[in-house]
T-cell receptor, first 114, second 112 residues
Framework: KQEVTQIPAALSVPEGENLVLNCSFT??????LQWFRQDPGKGLTSLLL?????REQTSGRLNASLDKSSGRSTLYIAASQPGDSATYLC?????????????FGTGTSLTVIP | NAGVTQTPKFQVLKTGQSMTLQCAQD?????MSWYRQDPGMGLRLIHY???????DQGEVPNGYNVSRSTTEDFPLRLLSAAPSQTSVYFC???????????FGAGSRLTVL
């Protein structure tokens, strides 16, 4: 069974700092990896999707990388802002049964201090 | 464009009662799925479907039933609610299992 770990569980940084969130997974036979943002009491919003054949994806101030062989992905946030405060989750997609299953980490709670 | 709509947003049940959580999407997505989110456990897949008439079990399917009679709807049924099913439930859909997941706002269920 795929195990997905996100460290640290919580992170607090001053506004403007660049930061890296980590995601590790135990089985490298993945189909894709997605990063999500979740605000308190809300659903998840997709940030970036990396297919297994890709090494990285970028969207604005966000850059996600994938190293399948080492079972790791990172989410880089440049020039952090208070509006970036949220919980960030990664999800690993694997082929199973009739389709894909996604295994989620428990998330990193980010606080950006003005 | 409504995206993924979940109802109800909140529900309180007594042990042994049954209920259905509704999920509807208007994006013509083939793939739909149900997750539960518990503190310290992350999101865990309950059931998923790759198209009308096709469903499959996820990581934690016991105590839950699903069906997919149309592309748009994917209801989750609790036949006999237990306190262990107290959780926040999310429905998510995508064009296929390999694409970006779009989540609903969630349904908070409490079983007394």
């Amino acid at each position: 069974k795929q195990e997905v770990t996100q460290i640290p569980a919580a992170l607090s940084v001053p506004e403007g700092e660049n930061l890296v969130l980590n995601c590790s997974f135990t089985d490298s036979a993945i189909y894709n990896l997605q990063w999500f943002r979740q605000d308190p009491g809300k659903g998840l919003t997709s940030l970036l999707l990396i297919q297994s054949s890709q090494r990285e994806q970028t969207s604005g101030r966000l850059n996600a990388s994938l190293d399948k062989s080492s079972g790791r992905s990172t989410l880089y946030i440049a020039a952090s802002q208070p509006g970036d405060s949220a919980t960030y989750l990664c999800a690993v997609g694997v082929i199973s049964g009739t389709g894909n299953q996604f295994y989620f980490g428990t998330g990193t709670s980010l606080t950006v201090i003005p | 464009n409504a995206g993924v709509t979940q109802t109800p947003k909140f529900q309180v049940l007594k042990t042994g009662q049954s209920m259905t959580l509704q999920c509807a999407q208007d994006m013509n997505h083939e793939y739909m799925s149900w997750y539960r989110q518990d503190p310290g456990m992350g999101l865990r897949l309950i059931h998923y479907s790759v198209g009308a008439g096709i469903t499959d079990q996820g990581e934690v399917p016991n105590g839950y039933n699903v069906s997919r009679s149309t592309t748009e709807d994917f209801p989750l049924r609790l036949l006999s609610a237990a306190p262990s099913q107290t959780s926040v439930y999310f429905c998510a859909s995508s064009r296929s299992g390999a694409n970006v997941l779009t989540f609903g706002a969630g349904s908070r269920l409490t079983v007394l």
